[in-house]
């Protein structure tokens, strides 16, 4: 299993980002896909869950109404579009599965500016 995000950067408060993250060594399209944060000091948080297909999506109040997670099966990938990015939202930004165990991939930082 590989997980790997990209996407991440610099961007001043109110920005857009679209993190990926796109996947090998499993049947990607039979699996719930998840975003977690990680900002310096913080514990590790849930961001967002998308279902298999696609058609059950749930999202952390913090981030509900301005992130959208969504996933394309044909290329292995998930991804989380960020709108009216805050500060608060500065963390590495992860992808994760549940497969038996639990995969995470390498994370990409994000980083807003007030």
């Known amino acids: 299993v590989q997980l790997v995000e990209s996407g991440g950067g610099w961007v001043q408060s109110g920005g857009s980002l679209r993190l990926s993250c796109t996947a090998s060594g499993f049947t990607f399209s039979i699996y719930d896909m998840s975003w977690y944060r990680q900002a310096p000091g913080k514990e590790r948080e849930w961001v967002a869950t998308?279902?298999?297909?696609?058609?059950?999506?749930k999202y952390a109040d913090s981030v509900k109404g301005r992130f959208t997670i969504s996933r394309d099966n044909a290329k292995n990938t998930v991804y989380l579009q960020m709108n009216s990015l805050k500060p608060e939202d500065t963390a590495a930004y992860y992808c994760?599965?549940?497969?038996?165990?639990?995969?995470w991939g390498q994370g990409t930082q994000v980083t807003i500016s007030s």
């Open positions: 994760r599965l549940v497969r038996g165990g639990i995969y």
């Open positions: 998308i279902s298999s297909i696609g058609h059950i999506t």
